[in-house]
Protein backbone atom coordinates (compact mmCIF):
# COMPACT_ATOMS: atom_id res chain seq x y z
CA UNK A 1 0.00 0.00 0.00
CA UNK A 2 1.60 3.57 -0.69
CA UNK A 3 1.91 6.14 1.71
CA UNK A 4 3.28 9.50 1.49
CA UNK A 5 7.06 9.51 2.69
CA UNK A 6 7.49 9.70 6.24
CA UNK A 7 8.23 13.41 7.48
CA UNK A 8 9.67 14.57 10.50
CA UNK A 9 6.80 14.95 12.33
CA UNK A 10 7.31 11.90 14.14
CA UNK A 11 8.72 14.40 16.93
CA UNK A 12 10.40 13.64 20.15
CA UNK A 13 7.55 13.65 22.57
CA UNK A 14 10.33 13.55 25.60
CA UNK A 15 10.66 17.66 24.39
CA UNK A 16 7.70 18.91 25.40
CA UNK A 17 9.32 22.16 27.08
CA UNK A 18 11.39 22.60 24.10
CA UNK A 19 8.36 23.29 21.85
CA UNK A 20 8.44 26.64 20.09
CA UNK A 21 4.56 27.30 18.93
CA UNK A 22 4.21 28.21 15.39
CA UNK A 23 0.78 28.87 15.36
CA UNK A 24 -0.62 31.19 17.55
CA UNK A 25 -3.04 33.88 15.94
CA UNK A 26 -6.39 33.82 15.17
CA UNK A 27 -8.95 31.44 15.24
CA UNK A 28 -8.97 27.85 12.72
CA UNK A 29 -9.94 28.82 9.42
CA UNK A 30 -13.90 27.58 9.45
CA UNK A 31 -15.94 27.70 6.18
CA UNK A 32 -19.69 26.36 5.92
CA UNK A 33 -18.54 22.92 4.34
CA UNK A 34 -15.52 22.49 6.77
CA UNK A 35 -17.40 23.10 10.45
CA UNK A 36 -14.99 20.55 11.55
CA UNK A 37 -11.87 22.63 11.43
CA UNK A 38 -11.53 23.50 15.24
CA UNK A 39 -10.73 19.61 16.04
CA UNK A 40 -8.34 18.35 12.48
CA UNK A 41 -6.64 21.99 12.40
CA UNK A 42 -7.16 24.07 15.90
CA UNK A 43 -4.32 26.24 17.00
CA UNK A 44 -5.05 26.33 20.80
CA UNK A 45 -6.18 23.28 22.74
CA UNK A 46 -6.63 22.75 26.45
CA UNK A 47 -6.11 19.34 27.71
CA UNK A 48 -8.63 19.11 31.08
CA UNK A 49 -7.25 16.29 33.23
CA UNK A 50 -3.98 16.80 32.04
CA UNK A 51 -1.17 15.49 34.86
CA UNK A 52 2.20 13.78 35.39
CA UNK A 53 1.50 10.41 36.82
CA UNK A 54 3.49 7.81 34.91
CA UNK A 55 0.48 5.38 33.31
CA UNK A 56 -2.25 7.88 32.79
CA UNK A 57 -4.41 8.96 30.07
CA UNK A 58 -3.41 12.16 31.10
CA UNK A 59 -0.12 12.23 30.80
CA UNK A 60 -0.02 10.25 27.32
CA UNK A 61 -2.55 12.58 25.75
CA UNK A 62 0.12 15.63 27.05
CA UNK A 63 3.01 13.64 25.56
CA UNK A 64 1.77 13.39 22.14
CA UNK A 65 0.81 16.96 22.14
CA UNK A 66 4.51 17.48 22.12
CA UNK A 67 4.87 17.33 18.27
CA UNK A 68 1.62 19.97 17.67
CA UNK A 69 2.77 23.39 16.75
CA UNK A 70 0.19 25.30 18.46
CA UNK A 71 -0.99 26.67 21.95
CA UNK A 72 -1.40 23.73 24.51
CA UNK A 73 -2.90 24.37 27.87
CA UNK A 74 -2.91 21.91 30.75
CA UNK A 75 -5.88 22.06 33.06
CA UNK A 76 -5.43 21.16 36.51
CA UNK A 77 -6.29 22.87 39.41
CA UNK A 78 -3.78 20.73 41.49
CA UNK A 79 -0.67 22.19 39.54
CA UNK A 80 1.08 25.00 38.38
CA UNK A 81 2.77 23.20 35.91
CA UNK A 82 2.57 19.90 33.76
CA UNK A 83 5.76 18.47 32.17
CA UNK A 84 7.29 21.68 31.88
CA UNK A 85 4.11 23.52 30.46
CA UNK A 86 2.46 26.18 32.66
CA UNK A 87 -1.26 24.43 33.88
CA UNK A 88 -4.46 26.25 34.24
CA UNK A 89 -6.55 25.71 37.06
CA UNK A 90 -9.93 25.47 34.83
CA UNK A 91 -10.74 26.19 31.12
CA UNK A 92 -11.47 30.01 31.38
CA UNK A 93 -8.12 30.82 33.30
CA UNK A 94 -6.16 30.43 30.63
CA UNK A 95 -5.27 33.45 28.53
CA UNK A 96 -6.75 32.79 24.63
CA UNK A 97 -9.70 30.81 24.24
CA UNK A 98 -9.03 27.34 22.78
CA UNK A 99 -10.43 26.18 20.12
CA UNK A 100 -10.37 22.18 21.33
CA UNK A 101 -10.93 21.08 24.76
CA UNK A 102 -9.37 17.18 25.25
CA UNK A 103 -11.21 15.89 28.13
CA UNK A 104 -9.69 13.18 29.93
CA UNK A 105 -11.07 13.28 32.98
CA UNK A 106 -13.85 10.94 35.48
CA UNK A 107 -16.94 10.81 33.54
CA UNK A 108 -19.41 12.50 36.33
CA UNK A 109 -16.95 15.82 35.95
CA UNK A 110 -17.66 16.05 31.92
CA UNK A 111 -20.94 17.68 31.98
CA UNK A 112 -19.27 20.70 34.11
CA UNK A 113 -16.91 20.76 32.23
CA UNK A 114 -18.47 21.38 28.69
CA UNK A 115 -20.68 23.91 30.73
CA UNK A 116 -17.10 25.60 31.19
CA UNK A 117 -16.28 25.12 27.67
CA UNK A 118 -19.33 26.79 26.29
CA UNK A 119 -18.92 30.10 28.61
CA UNK A 120 -15.31 29.83 27.31
CA UNK A 121 -16.24 29.88 23.94
CA UNK A 122 -14.75 26.93 22.86
CA UNK A 123 -16.03 25.64 19.91
CA UNK A 124 -15.19 22.03 19.79
CA UNK A 125 -14.58 19.11 22.32
CA UNK A 126 -12.55 15.16 22.17
CA UNK A 127 -14.01 13.44 25.12
CA UNK A 128 -11.91 10.38 25.75
CA UNK A 129 -13.30 9.76 29.13
CA UNK A 130 -15.99 6.55 29.29
CA UNK A 131 -17.88 5.54 32.05
CA UNK A 132 -21.26 6.59 29.86
CA UNK A 133 -24.05 4.94 27.62
CA UNK A 134 -21.82 2.06 27.77
CA UNK A 135 -22.61 1.05 31.54
CA UNK A 136 -26.43 1.48 31.63
CA UNK A 137 -29.00 4.40 32.63
CA UNK A 138 -26.75 6.58 34.18
CA UNK A 139 -24.01 6.66 31.88
CA UNK A 140 -27.02 7.67 29.29
CA UNK A 141 -28.19 10.18 31.62
CA UNK A 142 -24.60 11.83 31.64
CA UNK A 143 -24.58 12.00 28.19
CA UNK A 144 -27.91 13.85 27.79
CA UNK A 145 -26.35 16.53 30.50
CA UNK A 146 -23.30 16.86 28.02
CA UNK A 147 -25.59 17.11 24.70
CA UNK A 148 -27.93 19.81 26.24
CA UNK A 149 -24.82 22.24 27.82
CA UNK A 150 -22.90 21.97 23.93
CA UNK A 151 -26.10 23.18 22.34
CA UNK A 152 -26.26 25.97 24.09
CA UNK A 153 -22.88 26.83 22.39
CA UNK A 154 -23.24 25.37 19.26
CA UNK A 155 -19.83 23.14 20.80
CA UNK A 156 -19.11 20.08 18.70
CA UNK A 157 -17.93 16.73 20.41
CA UNK A 158 -16.20 13.83 19.20
CA UNK A 159 -16.79 10.86 21.67
CA UNK A 160 -17.21 10.17 24.57
CA UNK A 161 -15.48 6.54 25.30
CA UNK A 162 -12.91 7.45 22.18
CA UNK A 163 -9.27 7.02 21.61
CA UNK A 164 -8.97 10.91 20.54
CA UNK A 165 -8.44 12.02 16.91
CA UNK A 166 -5.13 12.46 14.70
CA UNK A 167 -4.19 15.35 12.03
CA UNK A 168 -0.97 13.71 11.28
CA UNK A 169 -0.51 16.44 8.37
CA UNK A 170 -0.48 18.73 11.32
CA UNK A 171 1.47 17.26 13.51
CA UNK A 172 -1.63 17.10 15.79
CA UNK A 173 -2.08 14.05 17.98
CA UNK A 174 -4.65 14.16 20.70
CA UNK A 175 -4.88 10.69 21.69
CA UNK A 176 -3.59 7.91 24.34
CA UNK A 177 -1.99 5.94 21.24
CA UNK A 178 1.90 5.12 21.52
CA UNK A 179 2.73 7.15 18.65
CA UNK A 180 1.56 9.88 15.27
CA UNK A 181 0.15 8.08 12.45
CA UNK A 182 2.71 8.78 9.05
CA UNK A 183 1.10 12.03 6.86
CA UNK A 184 -0.78 10.18 3.80
CA UNK A 185 -3.64 10.36 1.87
CA UNK A 186 -6.04 7.99 3.78
CA UNK A 187 -8.72 8.55 6.38
CA UNK A 188 -9.56 5.41 8.81
CA UNK A 189 -12.55 6.17 11.23
CA UNK A 190 -13.21 3.59 13.88
CA UNK A 191 -15.88 3.53 16.81
CA UNK A 192 -13.19 0.89 18.05
CA UNK A 193 -10.44 2.56 20.37
CA UNK A 194 -8.40 -0.67 20.74
CA UNK A 195 -8.36 -1.65 16.73
CA UNK A 196 -7.31 2.19 16.33
CA UNK A 197 -3.98 1.23 18.22
CA UNK A 198 -3.77 -1.89 16.16
CA UNK A 199 -4.33 -0.70 12.69
CA UNK A 200 -1.75 1.97 13.85
CA UNK A 201 1.29 -0.08 15.14
CA UNK A 202 0.60 -2.23 11.28
CA UNK A 203 0.46 1.39 9.65
CA UNK A 204 4.19 2.00 11.14
CA UNK A 205 4.96 -1.25 10.07
CA UNK A 206 4.00 -1.05 6.37
CA UNK A 207 4.40 2.17 5.65
CA UNK A 208 0.76 3.46 5.47
CA UNK A 209 0.23 7.17 5.49
CA UNK A 210 -3.17 8.56 7.09
CA UNK A 211 -4.86 12.33 6.82
CA UNK A 212 -6.80 12.06 9.30
CA UNK A 213 -7.47 9.04 12.14
CA UNK A 214 -10.29 9.18 14.05
CA UNK A 215 -11.64 7.13 16.83
CA UNK A 216 -15.28 8.27 17.12
CA UNK A 217 -16.38 6.73 20.33
CA UNK A 218 -19.97 7.09 20.86
CA UNK A 219 -21.14 9.47 18.94
CA UNK A 220 -23.07 11.69 21.10
CA UNK A 221 -23.31 14.99 18.53
CA UNK A 222 -20.34 14.28 15.79
CA UNK A 223 -20.91 11.04 13.87
CA UNK A 224 -20.54 9.51 10.51
CA UNK A 225 -22.25 12.27 8.18
CA UNK A 226 -19.87 14.91 9.53
CA UNK A 227 -16.76 13.12 9.50
CA UNK A 228 -17.59 12.22 5.36
CA UNK A 229 -18.63 15.78 4.59
CA UNK A 230 -15.38 16.94 6.52
CA UNK A 231 -13.25 14.56 4.77
CA UNK A 232 -14.83 14.60 1.34
CA UNK A 233 -13.49 18.51 1.15
CA UNK A 234 -10.60 17.72 2.64
CA UNK A 235 -7.58 17.90 0.34
CA UNK A 236 -5.25 15.18 2.06
CA UNK A 237 -7.93 12.59 2.44
CA UNK A 238 -8.04 10.30 -1.23
CA UNK A 239 -10.03 7.33 0.23
CA UNK A 240 -12.59 6.99 3.41
CA UNK A 241 -12.41 3.51 5.40
CA UNK A 242 -14.66 2.94 8.18
CA UNK A 243 -14.55 0.36 11.03
CA UNK A 244 -18.65 0.46 12.17
CA UNK A 245 -20.18 -0.73 14.90
CA UNK A 246 -23.36 1.06 14.80
CA UNK A 247 -24.95 3.52 12.00
CA UNK A 248 -26.31 6.17 14.43
CA UNK A 249 -27.86 9.01 12.07
CA UNK A 250 -28.82 7.23 9.26
CA UNK A 251 -30.06 9.53 7.18
CA UNK A 252 -27.09 12.14 7.73
CA UNK A 253 -24.75 8.95 7.00
CA UNK A 254 -26.41 8.13 3.75
CA UNK A 255 -27.13 11.58 2.53
CA UNK A 256 -22.79 12.27 3.02
CA UNK A 257 -21.84 8.82 1.84
CA UNK A 258 -24.49 9.27 -1.39
CA UNK A 259 -22.56 12.61 -2.66
CA UNK A 260 -19.32 11.84 -1.34
CA UNK A 261 -18.62 8.87 -2.80
CA UNK A 262 -18.88 10.30 -6.02
CA UNK A 263 -15.26 11.80 -5.79
CA UNK A 264 -13.75 9.72 -2.71
CA UNK A 265 -14.14 5.94 -2.36
CA UNK A 266 -15.51 5.23 1.01
CA UNK A 267 -14.85 1.66 2.38
CA UNK A 268 -16.75 0.18 5.21
CA UNK A 269 -16.30 -2.67 7.51
CA UNK A 270 -19.50 -3.31 9.25
CA UNK A 271 -20.06 -5.96 12.21
CA UNK A 272 -22.98 -7.20 13.44
CA UNK A 273 -23.79 -9.67 10.47
CA UNK A 274 -24.53 -12.38 13.74
CA UNK A 275 -26.65 -11.96 16.54
CA UNK A 276 -23.35 -12.60 18.68
CA UNK A 277 -21.36 -9.92 17.00
CA UNK A 278 -24.69 -7.45 17.63
CA UNK A 279 -24.60 -8.26 20.90
CA UNK A 280 -20.52 -7.79 21.41
CA UNK A 281 -20.71 -4.21 19.55
CA UNK A 282 -23.81 -3.03 21.55
CA UNK A 283 -21.71 -4.16 25.06
CA UNK A 284 -19.23 -2.36 23.88
CA UNK A 285 -20.50 1.27 22.58
CA UNK A 286 -23.79 0.97 23.84
CA UNK A 287 -25.82 1.17 20.38
CA UNK A 288 -27.44 -0.39 18.71
CA UNK A 289 -26.19 -1.87 15.27
CA UNK A 290 -29.11 -2.16 12.77
CA UNK A 291 -30.80 -4.56 10.72
CA UNK A 292 -27.57 -6.33 8.44
CA UNK A 293 -29.78 -6.43 5.67
CA UNK A 294 -30.93 -3.25 5.32
CA UNK A 295 -27.58 -1.57 5.49
CA UNK A 296 -26.23 -3.67 3.24
CA UNK A 297 -29.02 -2.51 0.59
CA UNK A 298 -28.31 1.18 1.55
CA UNK A 299 -24.51 1.00 0.97
CA UNK A 300 -25.15 -0.56 -2.68
CA UNK A 301 -27.91 2.36 -2.83
CA UNK A 302 -25.37 4.84 -1.77
CA UNK A 303 -22.04 3.74 -3.36
CA UNK A 304 -20.37 2.44 -0.49
CA UNK A 305 -18.03 -0.47 -0.47
CA UNK A 306 -18.89 -3.07 2.06
CA UNK A 307 -15.71 -5.81 2.70
CA UNK A 308 -15.77 -8.66 5.40
CA UNK A 309 -12.12 -8.39 6.80
CA UNK A 310 -9.59 -5.73 8.04
CA UNK A 311 -7.15 -6.76 5.12
CA UNK A 312 -9.80 -6.21 2.68
CA UNK A 313 -10.79 -2.59 4.03
CA UNK A 314 -7.40 -1.53 3.66
CA UNK A 315 -6.37 -3.68 0.03
CA UNK A 316 -9.61 -1.71 -1.10
CA UNK A 317 -8.18 1.11 -0.01
CA UNK A 318 -5.21 0.83 -1.65
CA UNK A 319 -6.38 -0.32 -4.98
CA UNK A 320 -8.87 2.13 -5.68
CA UNK A 321 -6.58 4.98 -4.74
CA UNK A 322 -3.90 3.38 -7.24
CA UNK A 323 -5.87 1.67 -10.33
CA UNK A 324 -8.83 3.09 -12.23
CA UNK A 325 -12.46 1.17 -11.65
CA UNK A 326 -13.46 -1.47 -13.66
CA UNK A 327 -16.53 -0.71 -16.04
CA UNK A 328 -17.59 -4.49 -16.32
CA UNK A 329 -16.87 -7.97 -13.96
CA UNK A 330 -14.65 -9.90 -16.92
CA UNK A 331 -11.38 -10.16 -15.43
CA UNK A 332 -8.14 -12.01 -17.72
CA UNK A 333 -6.14 -13.96 -15.86
CA UNK A 334 -2.35 -14.18 -17.43
CA UNK A 335 -0.17 -16.62 -15.57
CA UNK A 336 2.71 -18.94 -15.35
CA UNK A 337 1.41 -21.87 -13.42
CA UNK A 338 -2.10 -23.05 -14.14
CA UNK A 339 -3.32 -23.81 -10.59
CA UNK A 340 -2.77 -20.48 -9.28
CA UNK A 341 -5.03 -19.54 -12.54
CA UNK A 342 -7.90 -22.48 -11.81
CA UNK A 343 -7.86 -20.60 -7.75
CA UNK A 344 -8.33 -17.27 -8.99
CA UNK A 345 -11.06 -18.52 -11.59
CA UNK A 346 -13.07 -20.17 -8.80
CA UNK A 347 -12.94 -16.81 -6.15
CA UNK A 348 -14.20 -14.69 -9.26
CA UNK A 349 -16.90 -16.56 -10.33
CA UNK A 350 -18.11 -17.14 -6.92
CA UNK A 351 -18.28 -13.92 -6.11
CA UNK A 352 -20.01 -12.77 -9.20
CA UNK A 353 -17.34 -11.66 -11.67
CA UNK A 354 -16.60 -13.30 -14.99
CA UNK A 355 -13.84 -14.88 -17.07
CA UNK A 356 -13.69 -12.24 -20.20
CA UNK A 357 -13.80 -14.06 -23.28
CA UNK A 358 -10.61 -14.50 -25.79
CA UNK A 359 -12.10 -12.15 -29.33
CA UNK A 360 -10.53 -14.05 -32.53
CA UNK A 361 -8.48 -11.35 -32.19
CA UNK A 362 -6.67 -11.60 -29.33
CA UNK A 363 -6.60 -15.70 -29.88
CA UNK A 364 -4.34 -14.87 -33.63
CA UNK A 365 -2.02 -13.13 -31.34
CA UNK A 366 -1.56 -15.15 -28.37
CA UNK A 367 -1.20 -18.05 -30.98
CA UNK A 368 1.59 -16.29 -32.63
CA UNK A 369 3.51 -14.99 -29.37
CA UNK A 370 3.16 -18.56 -27.03
CA UNK A 371 4.27 -21.78 -27.40
CA UNK A 372 1.49 -24.52 -29.09
CA UNK A 373 0.77 -26.35 -26.02
CA UNK A 374 -0.55 -22.61 -23.93
CA UNK A 375 -3.96 -22.75 -22.41
CA UNK A 376 -6.05 -21.40 -25.55
CA UNK A 377 -8.37 -20.40 -23.13
CA UNK A 378 -8.67 -17.73 -20.25
CA UNK A 379 -6.59 -18.06 -17.41
CA UNK A 380 -3.95 -17.85 -19.88
CA UNK A 381 -1.44 -19.64 -18.89
CA UNK A 382 1.91 -18.76 -20.83
CA UNK A 383 3.33 -21.74 -18.82
CA UNK A 384 6.27 -22.20 -16.69
CA UNK A 385 9.76 -20.97 -19.10
CA UNK A 386 7.55 -17.84 -20.04
CA UNK A 387 10.41 -14.89 -20.01
CA UNK A 388 9.83 -11.42 -18.73
CA UNK A 389 9.56 -10.35 -22.20
CA UNK A 390 6.83 -13.05 -22.58
CA UNK A 391 4.88 -11.44 -20.24
CA UNK A 392 4.84 -8.30 -21.15
CA UNK A 393 3.09 -8.95 -24.71
CA UNK A 394 0.84 -11.10 -23.26
CA UNK A 395 -0.75 -8.76 -20.73
CA UNK A 396 -0.44 -5.85 -23.80
CA UNK A 397 -2.80 -8.63 -25.46
CA UNK A 398 -5.16 -9.53 -22.98
CA UNK A 399 -5.23 -5.51 -21.87
CA UNK A 400 -6.13 -4.84 -25.47
CA UNK A 401 -8.58 -7.66 -25.70
CA UNK A 402 -12.50 -6.06 -26.32
CA UNK A 403 -13.92 -8.37 -24.22
CA UNK A 404 -11.53 -7.43 -20.77
CA UNK A 405 -12.39 -5.22 -17.90
CA UNK A 406 -9.27 -5.91 -16.14
CA UNK A 407 -6.27 -7.62 -15.47
CA UNK A 408 -4.26 -10.06 -12.72
CA UNK A 409 -0.73 -11.40 -13.63
CA UNK A 410 -0.23 -14.21 -11.43
CA UNK A 411 3.62 -15.06 -11.32
CA UNK A 412 5.30 -18.58 -9.50
CA UNK A 413 8.64 -18.21 -8.72
CA UNK A 414 10.01 -21.72 -11.27
CA UNK A 415 13.35 -22.30 -12.09
CA UNK A 416 13.27 -20.38 -15.09
CA UNK A 417 11.08 -17.36 -13.81
CA UNK A 418 12.90 -14.16 -13.46
CA UNK A 419 10.48 -11.95 -11.11
CA UNK A 420 12.54 -9.23 -10.41
CA UNK A 421 12.66 -8.65 -14.47
CA UNK A 422 9.16 -9.26 -15.15
CA UNK A 423 7.89 -6.89 -12.84
CA UNK A 424 10.06 -4.06 -14.48
CA UNK A 425 8.72 -5.28 -17.21
CA UNK A 426 5.16 -4.83 -16.79
CA UNK A 427 5.72 -1.25 -14.96
CA UNK A 428 4.46 0.38 -18.58
CA UNK A 429 1.08 -0.87 -17.69
CA UNK A 430 0.69 0.84 -14.48
CA UNK A 431 -2.48 2.71 -15.96
CA UNK A 432 -4.34 1.39 -18.64
CA UNK A 433 -7.24 3.19 -19.45
CA UNK A 434 -10.62 1.70 -17.80
CA UNK A 435 -8.74 -1.43 -17.24
CA UNK A 436 -7.25 -1.79 -13.76
CA UNK A 437 -3.98 -4.25 -13.48
CA UNK A 438 -3.44 -6.51 -10.41
CA UNK A 439 -0.52 -8.89 -9.53
CA UNK A 440 -0.28 -11.84 -7.28
CA UNK A 441 3.72 -12.54 -6.95
CA UNK A 442 3.47 -15.61 -5.24
CA UNK A 443 6.21 -16.69 -2.73
CA UNK A 444 8.64 -15.48 -0.16
CA UNK A 445 12.57 -14.24 -1.12
CA UNK A 446 12.77 -14.19 -4.30
CA UNK A 447 9.33 -12.13 -5.43
CA UNK A 448 9.74 -9.63 -2.89
CA UNK A 449 12.16 -7.01 -4.90
CA UNK A 450 9.46 -7.92 -8.04
CA UNK A 451 6.45 -7.06 -5.64
CA UNK A 452 8.14 -3.58 -4.17
CA UNK A 453 8.80 -2.60 -8.38
CA UNK A 454 4.98 -3.54 -9.04
CA UNK A 455 3.76 -1.79 -5.91
CA UNK A 456 6.26 1.52 -6.60
CA UNK A 457 4.60 1.57 -10.21
CA UNK A 458 1.20 1.70 -8.99
CA UNK A 459 0.35 -2.10 -9.40
CA UNK A 460 -1.03 -3.41 -6.48
CA UNK A 461 0.11 -7.07 -5.44
CA UNK A 462 -1.31 -9.69 -3.33
CA UNK A 463 0.02 -12.69 -1.65
CA UNK A 464 -2.24 -15.45 -3.80
CA UNK A 465 -4.59 -15.20 -6.85
CA UNK A 466 -7.58 -16.33 -5.27
CA UNK A 467 -6.99 -12.78 -2.63
CA UNK A 468 -6.74 -10.59 -5.81
CA UNK A 469 -9.87 -12.01 -7.70
CA UNK A 470 -11.75 -11.36 -5.07
CA UNK A 471 -10.44 -7.91 -4.60
CA UNK A 472 -11.13 -7.05 -8.30
CA UNK A 473 -14.52 -8.59 -7.80
CA UNK A 474 -14.92 -5.68 -4.92
CA UNK A 475 -13.90 -3.08 -7.13
CA UNK A 476 -16.68 -4.34 -10.05
CA UNK A 477 -19.19 -4.15 -7.10
CA UNK A 478 -17.85 -0.40 -6.33
CA UNK A 479 -18.21 0.79 -9.98
CA UNK A 480 -21.55 -0.80 -10.10
CA UNK A 481 -22.61 0.75 -6.86
CA UNK A 482 -21.53 4.38 -8.18
CA UNK A 483 -23.03 3.39 -11.13
CA UNK A 484 -26.33 3.08 -9.90
CA UNK A 485 -26.18 6.67 -8.37
CA UNK A 486 -26.69 7.85 -11.80
CA UNK A 487 -29.27 5.29 -13.23
CA UNK A 488 -32.63 6.75 -14.30
CA UNK A 489 -35.83 4.46 -15.90
CA UNK A 490 -36.17 5.33 -19.25
CA UNK A 491 -38.84 3.65 -20.67
CA UNK A 492 -41.91 5.48 -21.81
CA UNK A 493 -44.68 5.83 -19.16
CA UNK A 494 -47.20 2.86 -18.97
CA UNK A 495 -44.38 -0.02 -20.64
CA UNK A 496 -43.47 -2.65 -18.66
CA UNK A 497 -40.13 -2.14 -17.64
CA UNK A 498 -41.10 1.26 -16.60
CA UNK A 499 -43.83 -0.43 -14.19
CA UNK A 500 -41.11 -2.32 -12.94
CA UNK A 501 -38.78 -0.04 -12.43
CA UNK A 502 -41.27 1.81 -10.47
CA UNK A 503 -41.87 -1.30 -8.00
CA UNK A 504 -38.51 -1.63 -7.44
CA UNK A 505 -37.92 2.09 -6.02
CA UNK A 506 -40.95 1.42 -4.35
CA UNK A 507 -39.45 -1.35 -2.32
CA UNK A 508 -35.67 0.37 -2.11
CA UNK A 509 -37.37 3.32 -0.66
CA UNK A 510 -39.45 1.37 1.80
CA UNK A 511 -35.90 -0.27 2.63
CA UNK A 512 -34.69 3.01 3.13
CA UNK A 513 -37.72 4.66 4.54
CA UNK A 514 -36.76 2.03 8.16
CA UNK A 515 -33.20 3.85 8.47
CA UNK A 516 -34.56 7.07 8.10
CA UNK A 517 -33.79 8.25 4.62
CA UNK A 518 -35.40 10.46 2.46
CA UNK A 519 -36.51 8.64 -0.64
Known amino acids: MEAKPPENSLCDKGSLSSVQPSISEGSPIESPRLPLSSIFSPRRVALIGATENVGSVGRAVIENLGCFPGEVYPINPKRTTVLGRKAYPSVGSVPATPDLAVIVTPAPTVPGIIRDCVKAGVRAAIIISAGFKEVGPSGAEMERQILEEARRGKLRIVGPNCLGVMSPHQKFNATFAASLARPGNLAFISQSGALCTAILDWSTRENVGFSAFVSIGSMIDIGWGDLIYHLGDDPHTKGIVIYMESVGDARSFLSAAREVALTKPIIVIKVGRTDAAAKAAASHTGSLTGSDEVLDAAFRRVGVLRVNTIGELFNMAELLGKQPRPRGPRLSIVTNAGGPGGLATDMLVSNGGELAPISAESMSAFNKLLPPHWSHNNPI ?88 ARAFCYMWRYSSNLKSLYETPTAPSGSRHNIAQKTKRRKSCSTHARLGERC
Open 381 to 468: DILGDASAECYRQAVQIAARNAGTDGVLVVLTPQAMTDATATAEALKSFSRIEGKPIIASWMGGNEVFKGRDILNEARIPTFDYPDTA
